[in-house]
């Protein structure tokens, strides 16, 4: 491109666009990119300015196409946007139709080894001198594909105004203070910025400034924050078996459980992790530990949930506290295991044969992951049910810019569970007539004791055919339906106790939206969007099922409620409906899934459409 | 009024309780069904050694044998789980509380069909448990069909002729590591409890494979699941006795010379009087050898057939303290505040 065509550009563009840009990554998995844009993203969060990163990957390990997008917004607006300002092209495969992606008078970094012409005009386009760089650098020649990557991290910090000093403090997190791999990235980070001052010669408008909006903010998983939630929760046995998305939660457990529930005085730990041979082994030692009084837990994804099906089944006949997370991902059947869906909610609530139905819970961000970590053991224990967290890929597995995590606001309740003295007690209350299942305070939600309680009266067989109040086996027929209703209380009971919907308002909104998880961002941002249209919403994020009153009020309180949600069928609303159904002609499905997390943009015009303008 | 507790005084044990302390509810399977004298050895069992019944946990999976637990030690607690799926459950339950003994009873539908995964596994980990297998060859809950365990061109009514090889669960179990592998015969009552109270001492997995007739669909004389069939065709590898640590042996009692005795991980002894063959359990070659001879020439070969018992069990994997996991209070489970200080710090 000559300079009067750059001219051209920038003159028919704004002549400077500072914090508010995307950039994506694209390059061959396996090739090491991630740590040169987490170094990149973590960099810009430390200059204070607004941003999110989302890794758009194959299931492979190493040889497609991967792309990572980094959103900078000094608004704060970070969820997935359609277009890219700037691209950086390290997939020769690729390149001819990333360009495409390009906004008109964006920018492309690419590798000068491709021969592939640069088709557009209306683009600036970096050659970027990578092997020339690497070379002369003191590298390995087996890291040198992998330290290729920090090529363009120290070109996007000089051509984008990246201070260096918080690219050497990303690189200090990264690598957990390592210095050698410090040290070597780096240099070719700072050798690389100097060769693009020397010559490269800007020409596009794209710039960051340091802000202050990330004071008091984390950046870190949905996937790590749920597992140290769930540390914080108390959790003391965790058995589980790989799958993408929900393997590094696990992993997480494994990470930081050893420095945070080790006794420092006697080195004991107070708590088990086993990798289970499968999904069918997980969940059934989940539910024996659960069982036995431990706060029990096990993380997977669609496919591994269908396995898990019948114990929870017996899990909520038998009253088994337990905790499952869904790292949802793209389902039917092995699908797209490394996109993002909210596909599982239907067939998660009413997971097992016969008359179920189970606790779910919404994180709609990092922080409510690390709150419904540690809180969904003292739902599950308070219920003596099992209870589902429901995150998803995009929120489990992408970096999210999240407030600093907050320490948990109540003791930890371990439920009706009845130690020896405790149940003296009971059997003083009840004249020595106590009963497993018995429902002794009108809740629906009985007293148990656990394996290992000393007391006389404390033993019992827990079974998953017919049982009475005292957990003796029964097929009478009025029996069964009294523990099924009595099961049926426990619910009723639950709807008061769990977390109740985010509502926000704008003033005088006639339309409603409802949506669960991790489209909040999206959500959040159309409704800024939709007012600037002149379309005024209020939006409940529904944070639980079964449901509560407040999201039923929310409905009957809107002439019209838009659900919407990452899947084919409109799953969220579905069950909205079967709940409500005086209500359900206010709703209408704003579904759709791609495997892509929703973009604002695509909520704005759905809603637009729908109510015809 | 004559206090008739005073005139028929039952015997105790060292624990105080009576072999009516260690019962169940009666049981609900067919009458003289191999199970029942199995939960009655159990029962015996349990009652010599003195276990104080809340230190006891049962486990079961699906199937005629796993309604068992209910027929024996009404005062331990018990979980009756999903076919085949019994050994993950009592896995995790077993965390719970590392004091407890566990013993689980499954069947061959439940145990080499479904269940042979999590029962390999279960093996290859070593969790110290007692795991019976009541072997009948059939599927007895759902009227007759065939298991993973019947023999080869074996005829059922409604099944017709069987038309696979069967699973030796023994052999399996070997395959894994096991590091306790006894087989036995429901009709040999004094073997089946001295190698069930063998396998409470056994710090790790006991598989007890325990061949046990079932008498409704499955009774065949010439049926290796039978009692005609056992009681012909039973080869013991040596006549077997528990010692309990505390126990004074008086080697004697058992001719020095024809003994060989196994120490297990708390003190106790079995001890094997030999028999015609020099058996030695402890050589897994030998095992794997006399499992494969008894397949060719149609033998029940019964005793201890395998023991290790120096393996590391699971819950040496595990630095768990002295008071059980599920007694722990929340000053033990949840980090102090400044601990997410230094994670928010961290991130």
Redesign the interface.
């Known amino acids: 491109m000559t300079q009067t065509q750059a001219e051209t550009i920038t003159s028919t563009h704004p002549a400077k666009v500072v914090n508010d840009f995307c950039i994506t990554f694209s390059t061959v998995n396996g090739s090491g990119s991630a740590t040169a844009n987490n170094v990149l993203l973590r960099a810009l969060f430390e200059m204070g300015i607004p941003v999110s990163g989302k890794n758009i990957f194959p299931s492979n390990i190493q040889g497609l196409p991967t792309w990572y997008t980094i959103r900078i917004n000094k608004e704060g607006f970070l969820a997935r946007v359609e277009r890219d300002d700037i691209v950086v092209a390290m997939n020769p495969a690729t390149f001819t139709s990333e360009i495409g992606f390009l906004v008109p008078g964006g920018v492309l970094l690419y590798s000068d080894e491709f021969k592939t012409p640069v088709t557009r005009e209306d683009i600036i386009a970096y050659p970027m001198p990578v092997k020339k760089i690497t070379r002369e650098m003191d590298v390995p020649p087996t890291l040198r594909d992998y330290i290729g990557n920090m090529v363009y991290v120290g070109i996007l910090a000089q051509l984008l105004g990246i201070d260096l000093e918080k690219i050497h403090q990303a690189l200090d997190?990264h690598f957990k203070g390592k210095q050698k791999a410090i040290n070597s990235n780096y240099a070719v980070i700072e050798a690389s910025a100097q060769w693009a001052a020397a010559n490269l010669f800007k020409k596009d408008r794209y710039s960051v400034e340091p802000m202050n909006a990330t004071a008091g903010y984390?950046?870190?998983d949905g996937n790590t924050a749920g597992a140290?939630g769930a540390?914080?929760?108390?959790v003391?046995?965790s058995?589980w078996y790989p799958i993408t998305p929900a393997s590094s939660l696990a992993e997480s457990l494994n990470e930081?459980l050893p420095q945070?529930?080790k006794?420092v005085k006697?080195?004991?730990?107070?708590?088990?992790v086993?990798q289970?041979?499968?999904e069918?082994?997980?969940?059934?030692?989940?539910?024996?530990?659960?069982?036995?009084?431990?706060?029990?837990m096990t993380s997977t994804s669609g496919p591994g949930l269908s396995l898990m099906a019948?114990?929870l089944g017996?899990a909520y006949y038998?009253e088994v506290p337990l905790v499952v997370w869904d790292v949802q991902r793209v389902g039917p059947s092995t699908g797209l295991p490394t996109r993002t869906a909210q596909g599982d909610i239907t067939s998660t609530y009413f997971i097992s044969h016969g008359d179920t139905e189970f606790i779910l819970l919404f994180p709609g961000s990092v922080n409510e992951c690390f709150e419904f970590g540690w809180r969904a053991f003292d739902l599950a224990e308070g219920l003596q049910t099992p209870v589902i967290v429901m995150s998803d890929l995009d929120l489990g597995m992408n970096e999210w810019m999240a407030k600093?995590?907050e320490?948990?606001d109540t003791?930890?309740n371990r439920g009706k569970i009845l130690?020896e003295d405790d149940l003296d007690k009971m059997l003083e209350r009840t004249k020595g007539d106590w009963g497993r299942y018995q429902d002794l305070d009108g809740d629906g939600i009985p007293y148990r004791?656990?394996?290992?309680?000393?007391?006389?009266g404390?033993?019992?067989?827990?079974?998953?055919?017919g049982h009475d109040e005292k957990a003796r086996?029964s097929e009478e027929p009025e029996v069964w339906e009294r523990v099924m209703k009595r099961l049926g209380l426990k619910f009723k009971t639950a709807r008061n106790i769990l977390p109740k919907p985010v509502v926000h308002s704008m003033p005088d909104a006639r339309i409603g939206i409802i949506a669960c998880g991790s489209t909040d961002p999206a959500v959040e941002e159309a409704r800024v969007m939709l007012a600037r249209e002149g379309l005024k919403t209020d939006y409940c994020r529904v944070r639980s099922l079964p449901l509560c009153q407040e999201v039923i009020d929310f409905i009957a309180a809107h002439d019209r409620t838009y659900v919407v949600e990452i899947n084919r069928d409109g799953q969220l609303k579905q069950i909205l409906t079967l709940e409500i159904p005086g209500l359900c002609t206010q709703l209408h499905q704003v579904s759709h899934i791609d495997g892509m997390p929703l973009s604002a943009r695509w909520v704005k015009e759905q809603i637009l459409t729908l109510e015809g303008k | 009024m004559l206090d008739q507790s005073q005139s028929v005084k039952p015997a105790l044990n060292l624990v105080g309780l009576s072999r009516a302390d260690y019962r169940g509810a009666p049981s609900t399977l067919c009458q003289g069904c191999g199970h029942n004298s199995i939960a009655n050895q159990i029962i015996s069992a349990c009652y010599e050694l003195n276990i104080v019944p809340d230190n006891v946990v049962k486990f079961s999976g699906i199937g005629c044998s796993s309604k068992s637990p209910t027929y024996f030690m009404n005062r331990s607690f018990g979980f009756n789980g999903l076919h085949g799926r019994m050994p993950s459950l009592a896995l995790g339950a077993m965390f719970a509380d590392i004091s407890l003994k566990g013993i689980g009873v499954s069947g061959d539908g439940d145990t080499a069909s479904i269940g042979i995964g999590q029962f390999k596994h279960m093996v290859r980990r070593n969790l110290p448990f007692v795991y019976i297998i009541e072997n009948n060859g059939v599927y007895g809950l759902t009227k007759g069909q065939f298991s993973a365990t019947s023999e080869k061109d074996l005829y059922l009514k409604r099944q017709g002729v069987n038309p696979y090889s069967p699973i030796d669960i023994c052999m399996e179990a070997l395959a894994s590591n096991a590091t306790f592998v006894a087989r036995s015969f429901a009709g040999d009552p004094k073997q089946v409890k001295e190698l069930i109270k063998a396998a409470f001492s056994h710090d790790g997995i006991s598989i007890l494979d325990i061949i046990s007739p079932c008498v409704t669909f499955h009774n065949q004389e010439n049926s290796l699941h039978s009692y005609t069939w056992g009681k012909e065709h039973e080869i013991p590898l040596h006549e077997l006795s528990y010692v309990a640590p505390r126990d004074e042996i008086t080697i004697e009692d058992f001719e020095e010379g024809t003994t060989r005795e196994v120490v297990l991980h708390d003190g106790s002894q079995i001890i094997l009087k030999k028999l015609e063959k020099d058996y030695d359990p402890t050589d897994r070659w030998q095992a794997f050898r006399i499992l494969e001879s008894a397949q060719k020439n149609n033998w029940l070969v019964t005793g201890l057939i395998y023991v290790d018992p120096d393996q590391p069990s699971m819950f040496d994997a595990y630095d768990l303290p002295e008071i059980p996991l599920n007694r722990l209070g929340e000053d033990k489970l949840r980090p102090a505040r400044e601990w997410l200080d230094k994670i928010n710090d961290m991130f």
């Open positions: 997190v984390i950046l870190t140290l540390i914080f929760g108390g003391q046995f058995a930081y945070l529930r006794d006697t080195g004991k730990v107070t708590y088990a086993v289970a041979e499968d069918l082994a997980a969940i059934g030692m989940v539910v024996g530990a659960g069982w036995a009084g431990l706060r029990s019948e114990y017996l038998s600093k995590f320490y948990p003791s930890i130690w004791t656990v394996a290992g309680n000393h007391h006389p404390a033993a019992y067989l827990t079974r998953g055919t086996y």
